[in-house]
């Protein structure tokens, strides 16, 4: 029964480091969210309002 447990906290660690490493970098590839919500040609006003 340890080493089930033992097995099943390992495998929890290695899902959790994944999921991780999966967010941090789709968070790093799309940048800043405030770029993604409006419109490319807005101007700095509407980016500052948007902020």
């Known amino acids: 029964m340890?080493?089930?447990?033992f097995a099943r906290l390992m495998q929890a660690a290695i899902v959790l480091l994944a999921?991780?490493?999966l967010v941090f970098l789709g968070v790093y590839v799309i940048g800043n969210p405030v770029d993604v919500m409006i419109n490319p040609l807005a101007t700095?006003?509407?980016k500052l309002a948007v902020a």
């Open 44 to 46: 700095q006003a509407e």
């Open 2 to 5: 340890p080493a089930f447990v």
């Open 19 to 21: 999921v991780s490493a």
